[in-house]
């Protein structure tokens, strides 16, 4: 037992270093950057069913302090009221370009399907896809084209101030950016080639044209579901200079509301996200259980059996803390509510249940279902 919680305490140390160095040296778009160039930006915004956000998204982007910009949508064969929303607000800003998508080739995923036709409209030199359920102060886009000159890269995407409003989104959501916190040093991203070291966000994701044509745009990663990643994976194969960056300052993002939507959004990820590897799925499992969950039961165990021992007792604490210790850390970069950072070990058991169920979600007959639509994982 003793030699067992050393090594889960000294693996813990690993993402714990990690942590800290990031929260020194994680890339940060800035509000109040200038930048000495203005070259013309496409923000381009793909949608679908969404009713309830596309209002506050396009009007926060068409009140922008960047003058050289064009904002165009898409409605991707909405079946809600999207587009009468999109109608109204022109009339109002008639610059506002709105596109009527073409109907799903087979092969395509929806929103990768969406970004293409976006691609292929606008007139931009950088090019920024950002999902319909964000909302950008006056100053993000100036934000987004100063980061792009001060940190010289071509490809980067920004993690937007996450709006949780209820107990699950606070549980649950902080997962995700906990993930590429811990596990990842950010400047890696940028300095080291090798793909397995690229971490992307669909929810702004940006790219010089000149970047998104090498890469082959959406078109290369027509059938993935998280298009995100495979772009970043194929902007580090050539060579591009890519980044992450906390956006906290300039957007956030309202991503789900219930538990339910919780969970369905992120089964729709996970999974595909381990590259439908069941090796991989395990091992994440295995190891969130033994660093994140095991060291709770040890210790409750401990104090139900009045066994204040080193290996029942104080190494179960030691290792919730520094688990703690890294959501707090994680908390403290990405705005998130410091409070929820104690109950990691609940975090940590909803992201293996999110992730078994993507996995049983991809092997459903007739494949997953996402905004009325179907895939295969296949």
């Keep these: ?17 990690i942590a800290i160095w990031n929260s020194f040296a994680f890339a940060r778009i800035r509000r109040n950057d200038l ?7 496409s923000v381009l915004i793909p949608a679908r069913n969404e ?20 904002v165009i949508v898409l409605n991707d064969s909405s079946e809600d009221r999207t587009e009468e929303i ?16 073409l109907p799903l080739p087979p092969g395509w995923i929806g929103k990768n399907w969406a970004c293409h ?4 409209a606008c007139s931009g030199e950088l090019l920024v896809f950002t999902d319909a359920d964000t909302v950008h102060r006056p100053e993000s886009i100036a934000s987004l084209v100063a980061f792009a000159e001060r940190s010289g890269v071509s490809f980067f995407s920004g993690v937007p101030l996450q709006r949780m409003d209820s107990f699950w989104e606070n549980v649950v959501i902080p997962m995700t950016q906990f993930l590429y916190f811990a596990y990842l040093p950010n400047r890696w991203i940028t300095t080291k080639r ?9 929810q702004l994701l940006c790219t010089t044209r000149t970047a998104y044509n090498a890469i082959g745009g959406h078109e290369q990663v027509k059938e993935v579901i998280i298009e995100d990643v495979a772009l970043g994976h194929r902007a580090k194969k050539l060579g591009i200079r890519t980044a992450l960056a906390a956006a906290v300052d300039t957007v956030e993002c309202k991503m789900y509301g219930s538990l339910s939507e919780i969970i369905a959004g992120f089964s729709k990820n996970f999974f595909p996200g381990l590259g439908y590897n069941w090796m991989l799925l395990i091992g994440f499992v295995l190891f969130t259980l033994a660093l994140y969950i095991a060291p709770l039961g040890f210790l409750v165990a401990g104090i139900l059996q009045g066994n204040f021992s080193l290996t029942l007792f104080w190494m179960p ?9 890294i959501r707090l850390l994680t908390a403290r970069t990405f705005k998130q509510e410091r409070r929820y950072t104690l109950l990691h070990p609940l975090s940590s058991l909803m992201a293996i249940i999110i992730g078994i169920n993507s996995a049983r979600l991809s092997l459903r007959k007739g494949g997953m279902v996402w905004k009325g639509r179907v895939y295969s994982s296949s």
């Design 317 to 325: 604490i030691s290792q919730l803390t520094t688990g703690i210790t």
């Design 86 to 101: 999109l109608l109204k607000l022109r009339e109002r800003r008639p610059e506002l370009t709105i596109l009527r998508g």
């Design 35 to 41: 930048s000495r160039l203005m070259p013309k930006v």
């Design 194 to 202: 090798d793909p397995r070291f690229s971490a992307t966000n669909g």
């Design 51 to 70: 009713e309830g956000n596309i209002a506050a998204c396009i009007s926060s982007l068409l009140h922008q302090t960047y003058p050289n910009l064009e």
């Design 117 to 120: 036709q976006l691609s292929a």
């Design 1 to 17: 037992m003793l030699i067992y919680q050393v090594a889960i305490s000294l693996l813990l140390l690993i993402p714990l270093a």
